[in-house]
């Protein structure tokens, strides 16, 4: 058996980790490009979302690998999540690959469906050592996210822009590596160190909040790097889900992760009042949110055609809180060029009302003294 898994952002780092340490013969398909995408985008059926055409492109191009045991998220849900498994596994019986999709069914049973699932995989490894591989899967994957947290801080104040993605990109690599739990710590106290030490051009940032569909907030290929890209533009982001909290999230909800889904969910209650499949409740929630904490402005990224996030959208402009969004629909037709006049126009208008803000804040003062 040979198994391979779709990406999503740096999570194929911590599974590496996993399958190494249990032995499980693993493929990591090449990371999501041009060519994923236009074999995703050929075998999908015409309107499908863009996370199931860069799946299907993963899953193809580890099929053509030797993987023949297919890992997919899949679960409940009211939007088409829920049969992806079944169409992709129809498209690679067609396409001639004798390929398995295991669905990881993470919504039902937690934390001990993808233990029973490594389980099987590993060919029975004994459970100690499941829990030990897990958990220094889940310590590198908090890791990385620390560190992508301080990335997106410094990316945003730089003085030469690029080092900070340079140090990520070399710091993805070194955890990747890193195989003990002191090495992991120094890796990563090296690397915030280095991303410290960062030369700054003493600028105050534009602070942007990121919400959305799970799938485009954290693959950073379906949004064409938009987080590099408004940090060039001098913005720091804050995204809302991080891959570490959305596992803690999945397969532990109920008493790790439930309370800030539930603030979510409080904040949106006054323009939505259920859950509408995917994460269009928590996007209206997380719009609510930012506005309240004060952020510069809010970038909603929807996969084109997703109906959650397309209700969301209508929905936004109707909160009493007020914060200029911007939504952007990703699918294999959006271009670079395209994205980033629309970035520069929105950061134009941001910088605008915070000096507006500022000049009635100081004018303001003035008359008081
Ligand atoms: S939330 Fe939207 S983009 Fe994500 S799987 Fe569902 S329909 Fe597709």
Known sequence: ??????????????LKTLFRRLNVDYVVPPLNSRRTLSLGAKYSPEGLCIPFKLTMGNLIEAAELGADTLLMPGGY???RLGYYVRIQEQVLRD???PATIVELGVS???FLGFLEMVKKLSNNAPWTKIF?????GLAKLNAIDRVERAVQKVRA???DKGTANRLYARSLDALDEADDYRTLKKVEADYLAQLDAVPRNGRQPLIVGITGEFYVLLEPFSNLDLESELGKLGVEVHRTTFISEWTKFSLFFGFLG????????QAAMPYLKRDIGGDGWESIGEKVLYARERYDGIIHLAPFTCMPEIVAQNIMPATREEIPVLTLLCDEQMGKPGMLTRLEAFVDLLERRRQK??????????QSK
Not at 1 to 14: A, F, Q, S
Not at 132 to 136: G, K, S, V, Y
Not at 258 to 265: D, M, N
Request: net charge positive.
């Open 95 to 97: 396409l001639g690959h």
């Open 157 to 159: 104040v730089e003085r």
């Open 258 to 265: 439930k309370s800030k889904k539930e603030r979510i969910h």
């Open 132 to 136: 030990a591989a897990f958990r220094f």
């Open 357 to 366: 803000r500022d000049n009635k804040n100081n004018s303001g003062q003035a």
């Open 108 to 110: 039902e049973r937690k």
């Open 1 to 14: 058996m040979r198994v391979g898994i779709p990406h999503l952002g740096n999570l194929y780092i911590p």
């Open 77 to 79: 849900g009211i939007c």
